[in-house]
């Protein structure tokens, strides 16, 4: 195919399919997977722990309840545990990185635990060594929303809705050290309208290859939101990382009243060049989506790399509808790369076939479906309608600027696989019916008026559907002690059905 974008050496196209690949032209219609929220700014000031101690003053100092000690060495965990933590536009949360009494303990990360969804209109200030630094942990299975007013000063912060929160030393230090492993609540979502500012570093736990101990590292602090079901940056929103120390007093976004609220002038405690990661991953659940949209209005600036990733995981589900959906209509900047992805993924594997004779799917019976008789012989029958989606839409106007790779992809895949095997010395063969509707759409859409820019001229763009069946059947007769003219025969029979894949992108956009 003849390129004609003058860009068009700069921007490298692939896809790939096992069955089919259709290159779509001038889509430019957007995708209506989030629903329209608006988050009121009106939130009461209410934050209750779990043992009733309020704050809701103007000004709230609060300190670490317990400290979780770390046998690594001596950087501590602080642990809050909160009832409810909503706050109001015109108040100030000061997060204390050190116990409240004389001798306090200091801790290098601060994990809060939220048992409500939390909701912040105000300003959050995590204070470390008397500056604005540490790192900052909010969890809450309902998820978190910052309404336009709020403001969230940190030196790296991690935002996660759990599937279940921890409650032993060892899991406050799972979350602290592996919050990329923890499982997610399928219903939990973190919207951002307000303003994220992260300067500092970032304490993590890495393998020493030397003597296979583990060890504590310093980074630059980043921004990690993961959630089970959505994340939305609204158009008011504004993403922060690397604020140089000296800029910093000038950049974060207080009202009056939140300035005087802090009783003190903020100053970012080290320089940082972190890393922003926006990260949805549904496993459980009956939705089986995953969302992630930037509005127009919305930036994202980072001075490490940008990571937009949503992904759909379903697990032996034989009417399985997944989605994972990313679209960008606002700005993002990175000092290093930018990675986009949507993965949808269906997996079925090694079903006992022999226990949905009699099953019922989507309201009918599976053999009046197929209008088979099972006879005397061994019959395995199972159906498969598994649709799996996976778009990356660059919307209109958006820009996505990187200084090193900007790369955009998305992947559809399905893997069935059906086995069935009898011994029966009564049943002359084994007969497996596979009905299978297998739909994978995987699709990346660069829309008209968007700008792609990478300083070292690598743009990336790729699309994947792709889906895998296995499915056998074996009849085996025990083997006799003498052998007859009445030895039974064995046989295998399989019938499968068909799917489709479709994959694409459209570039209508500018690529620099």
Request: charged content about 25%; overall charge neutral.
């Given at each position: 195919?003849?390129?004609?974008?003058?860009?068009?050496?700069?921007?490298?196209?692939?896809?790939?399919?096992?069955?089919?690949?259709?290159?779509?032209?001038?889509?430019?219609?957007?995708?209506?997977?989030?629903?329209?929220?608006?988050?009121?700014?009106?939130?009461?000031?209410?934050i209750e722990t779990t043992s009733g101690t309020t704050y809701n003053n103007s000004v709230n100092d609060i300190y670490a309840q317990r400290i979780v000690g770390n046998t690594i060495d001596n950087n501590h965990i602080g642990v809050n545990e909160f009832k409810k933590f909503d706050v109001g536009s015109s108040h100030v949360v000061n997060m204390h990185f050190k116990q409240g009494n004389e001798n306090g303990q200091n801790v290098g990360k601060l994990v809060n635990l939220v048992e409500s969804k939390i909701n912040i209109a105000g300003a959050v200030n995590a204070i470390k060594d008397n500056k604005v630094g540490g790192d900052l942990y909010f969890l809450s299975?309902?998820?978190?929303?910052?309404?336009?007013?709020?403001?969230?000063?940190?030196?790296?912060?991690?935002v996660l809705t759990p599937a279940k929160m921890p409650e032993s030393d060892g899991e406050i230090r799972k979350v602290a050290y592996e919050a990329n492993t923890i499982a997610l609540n399928p219903k939990g979502e973190i919207s951002i309208d307000g303003h994220i500012n992260i300067t500092g570093e970032e304490i993590s736990e890495v393998e020493d290859n030397e003597n296979g101990t583990k060890k504590l590292v310093k980074n630059a602090g980043k921004v990690r939101l993961r959630a089970g079901k959505s994340i939305n940056i609204g158009s008011t929103a504004k993403i922060t990382t690397g604020i140089e120390k000296e800029a910093f007093g000038a950049v974060v976004s207080?009202?009056?009243?939140?300035?005087?609220?802090?009783?003190r002038e903020l100053v970012a405690r080290v320089n940082g060049d972190g890393d922003i990661v926006l990260d949805v991953l549904s496993e459980g659940g009956d939705e089986h989506t995953a969302n992630i949209a930037i509005k127009n209005g919305a930036t994202v600036k980072a001075k490490g790399h940008v990571e937009i990733k949503a992904a759909a995981k379903v697990k032996d589900d034989v009417s399985a509808e997944s989605s994972a959906n990313v679209k960008i209509a606002g700005k993002i900047e990175s000092g290093k790369s930018v990675?986009?992805?949507?993965?949808s993924e269906s997996n079925v594997s090694?079903?006992?076939?022999?226990?949905?004779?009699?099953?019922?799917?989507?309201g009918k019976e599976v053999l009046d479906l197929l209008g088979v008789e099972t006879g005397e012989s061994g019959v395995g029958i199972t159906?498969?309608?598994?649709?799996?989606?996976?778009?990356?839409?660059?919307?209109?106007?958006?820009?996505?600027?990187?200084?090193?790779?900007?790369?955009?992809?998305?992947v559809a895949k399905t893997e069935v696989s059906f086995n069935v095997s009898r011994s029966e010395e009564d049943k002359l063969a084994q007969l497996l019916i596979v009905n299978?509707?297998?739909?994978?759409?995987?699709?990346v859409n660069v829309n008209s008026n968007t700008t792609l820019r990478s300083v070292d001229k690598q743009i990336e763009i790729s699309s994947l559907a792709d889906h895998k069946m296995n499915i056998g059947a074996v009849s085996k007769t025990p083997k006799p002690e003498a052998a007859t003219k009445d030895n039974k025969s064995t046989t295998g029979t399989t019938t499968a059905g068909t799917g489709t894949n479709t994959s694409g992108k459209t570039g209508t956009g500018t690529g620099t």
């Amino acid at each position: 195919m003849k390129r004609t974008n003058k860009y068009a050496n700069n921007i490298k196209l692939t896809s790939k399919s096992s069955l089919a690949m259709k290159l779509l032209v001038a889509i430019t219609s957007g995708l209506a997977f989030m629903p329209g929220i608006s988050w009121a700014d009106e939130i009461t000031q209410n934050i209750e722990t779990t043992s009733g101690t309020t704050y809701n003053n103007s000004v709230n100092d609060i300190y670490a309840q317990r400290i979780v000690g770390n046998t690594i060495d001596n950087n501590h965990i602080g642990v809050n545990e909160f009832k409810k933590f909503d706050v109001g536009s015109s108040h100030v949360v000061n997060m204390h990185f050190k116990q409240g009494n004389e001798n306090g303990q200091n801790v290098g990360k601060l994990v809060n635990l939220v048992e409500s969804k939390i909701n912040i209109a105000g300003a959050v200030n995590a204070i470390k060594d008397n500056k604005v630094g540490g790192d900052l942990y909010f969890l809450s299975p309902n998820g978190m929303a910052v309404t336009s007013s709020g403001v969230i000063n940190a030196g790296s912060l991690t935002v996660l809705t759990p599937a279940k929160m921890p409650e032993s030393d060892g899991e406050i230090r799972k979350v602290a050290y592996e919050a990329n492993t923890i499982a997610l609540n399928p219903k939990g979502e973190i919207s951002i309208d307000g303003h994220i500012n992260i300067t500092g570093e970032e304490i993590s736990e890495v393998e020493d290859n030397e003597n296979g101990t583990k060890k504590l590292v310093k980074n630059a602090g980043k921004v990690r939101l993961r959630a089970g079901k959505s994340i939305n940056i609204g158009s008011t929103a504004k993403i922060t990382t690397g604020i140089e120390k000296e800029a910093f007093g000038a950049v974060v976004s207080l009202n009056n009243e939140q300035k005087q609220g802090t009783r003190r002038e903020l100053v970012a405690r080290v320089n940082g060049d972190g890393d922003i990661v926006l990260d949805v991953l549904s496993e459980g659940g009956d939705e089986h989506t995953a969302n992630i949209a930037i509005k127009n209005g919305a930036t994202v600036k980072a001075k490490g790399h940008v990571e937009i990733k949503a992904a759909a995981k379903v697990k032996d589900d034989v009417s399985a509808e997944s989605s994972a959906n990313v679209k960008i209509a606002g700005k993002i900047e990175s000092g290093k790369s930018v990675n986009i992805s949507a993965q949808s993924e269906s997996n079925v594997s090694d079903a006992d076939v022999e226990d949905l004779l009699n099953a019922v799917f989507k309201g009918k019976e599976v053999l009046d479906l197929l209008g088979v008789e099972t006879g005397e012989s061994g019959v395995g029958i199972t159906l498969a309608d598994i649709k799996n989606n996976a778009a990356v839409d660059i919307d209109s106007g958006a820009i996505v600027e990187a200084k090193e790779a900007l790369r955009v992809n998305s992947v559809a895949k399905t893997e069935v696989s059906f086995n069935v095997s009898r011994s029966e010395e009564d049943k002359l063969a084994q007969l497996l019916i596979v009905n299978t509707k297998i739909d994978n759409k995987s699709n990346v859409n660069v829309n008209s008026n968007t700008t792609l820019r990478s300083v070292d001229k690598q743009i990336e763009i790729s699309s994947l559907a792709d889906h895998k069946m296995n499915i056998g059947a074996v009849s085996k007769t025990p083997k006799p002690e003498a052998a007859t003219k009445d030895n039974k025969s064995t046989t295998g029979t399989t019938t499968a059905g068909t799917g489709t894949n479709t994959s694409g992108k459209t570039g209508t956009g500018t690529g620099t």
